[in-house]
Structure formats: C-alpha cells, structure tokens
C-alpha cells in the first residue's frame, strides 16, 4: 500500500518550523528531507526517521521498523504527536549525514 499525498502534506504542516522541509515520491511512498538532508520515509502512511546515535541515546523507547524490504532498522515517529515530532527533529537534524554526490558512471 503506498503512502497518500495527504499524509505527507499533514506530517509536512506539523514540522515545517524545524527547516526546509521537501519530499519526493519514491516507488509510491515518499522520501522526506530537512534542509537538503535525508530525514526519513514516509511508506505506508507510516513515518521512518534516520537513525542516529544522539536519537538512540536519548529516545532508545521508540518502536523501530523496517520501511521496505532490505531497509534496516529505523525509529518510528507518531505523525500526529505534533510536540514530539518537533523535539525529536530538532534533536537529531544537526547530526543527519550530508547528502553525498552521485559519482559520474564509467563510459
């Protein structure tokens, strides 16, 4: 089942204060960046945040799962608890790894 439009505009509305928020359709479901930066995915209407090591240091409760086959383990964020998606999004942004440059294709 791929995520609906509508879902990604609501979880959008309820971040937009922590910085650029974008996303991108990916195979139905939805990629979400903050400020150029990976965030997370939004697959199944459920919303996947990256992991990183201050997000598992001070919310190590969240319930974790895998957005698709082959994914590893992401933390998984209630889109409708407004408050906390803010505090935790704010918590880890600074340590989201940098988008990395596709490297050119061999001729």
Do not use: Q
Not at 38 to 52: A, E, I, W
Not at 56 to 78: Q, T, V, W
């Amino acid at each position: 089942m791929a995520s609906s439009i509508a879902v990604v505009e609501y979880l959008v509305d309820n971040i937009f204060e922590c910085g650029e928020i974008t996303y991108k359709k990916m195979f139905g479901d939805y990629c979400i960046y903050i400020d150029g930066k990976v965030l997370g995915f939004l697959c199944d209407d459920v919303f996947y945040v990256k992991r990183t090591k201050i997000g598992e240091e001070r919310f190590p409760e969240l319930e974790k799962g895998y957005p698709y086959e082959g994914a590893s383990l992401y933390p998984i964020l209630d889109i409708e608890d407004r408050e906390f998606l803010i505090t935790y999004i704010n918590t880890i942004k600074a340590y989201l790894p940098e988008k990395t440059k596709k490297r050119p294709k061999p001729l």
